[in-house]
């Protein structure tokens, strides 16, 4: 079955600073690869998505790059903001018409440091 | 559209009490997850259903019983409760975006239960 593993568990950056956070995976049918981010209290949100077929995609301060041969994609946030503080997960769900298990990683807590 | 919901938001239950959990969606999505998230921790998948009438097992379904009677609904239910399954539990619908085929997940607002 599908693996991920997402690192850092915990990440603090000074205000404005980029953060990037990694997940591998091990299912190579894997096509999609999603980011929530969970602030406190609330439910998980999408946040940035790509599918295999590119290897990098933004949306304003945040993006996401994969590479599939190595099997890891990270996303990536620059200038960051107070409000960038939460816990983000990565999945790794296997190609839809397959159906199935989607698997989160472990999450990483980003503090944002005035 | 509201999207998915769940009922109930709170609820504390005595070791060994049984009670159901209800997930409902209105976005006519075919694949329903039920997910617990405990303190500090991430997601992890109980039990999903990949359409009306079938179920099949997440990483850690022992303890929980899950139905798909309907395609708007997915129950998760605990026959005999116990401490250890004091947690958060979030349902989520899987969907796709036509010819985007994003397969993007969504998520309810969680139920917090706490077994005493």
């Known amino acids: 079955g599908e693996n991920v593993e997402q690192h850092p568990s915990t990440l603090s950056v000074q205000e404005g600073d980029s953060a990037v956070i990694k997940c591998t995976y091990s299912?190579?049918?894997?096509?999609?690869f999603p980011w929530y981010k969970q602030e406190l209290g609330k439910r998980p949100q999408l946040i940035i998505d790509i599918r295999s077929n590119v290897g990098e995609k933004k949306d304003q301060r945040i993006a996401v790059t994969l590479n599939k041969t190595a099997k890891h994609f990270s996303l990536h946030i620059t200038e960051t903001q107070p409000e960038d503080s939460a816990v983000y997960f990565c999945a790794a769900p296997p190609s839809y018409s397959s159906a199935s298990k989607i698997i989160f990683g472990s999450g990483t807590r980003l503090s944002i440091r005035p | 559209n509201a999207g998915v919901t769940q009922t109930p938001k709170f609820r504390v239950l005595k070791t060994g009490q049984s009670m159901t959990l209800l997930c409902a969606q209105d976005m006519n999505h075919e694949y329903m997850y039920w997910y617990r998230q405990d303190p500090g921790m991430g997601l992890r998948l109980i039990h999903y259903s990949v359409g009306e009438g079938t179920t099949a097992k997440g990483e850690v379904p022992d303890g929980y019983n899950v139905s798909r009677l309907k395609k708007q609904n997915f129950l998760l239910g605990l026959e005999s409760a116990a401490p250890s399954q004091t947690s958060v539990y979030f349902c989520a619908t899987l969907g796709t975006s036509g010819a985007a085929n994003t397969d993007t997940q969504y998520f309810g607002p969680g139920t917090r239960l706490t077994v005493l």
């Open positions: 299912d190579s049918a894997s096509n999609y």
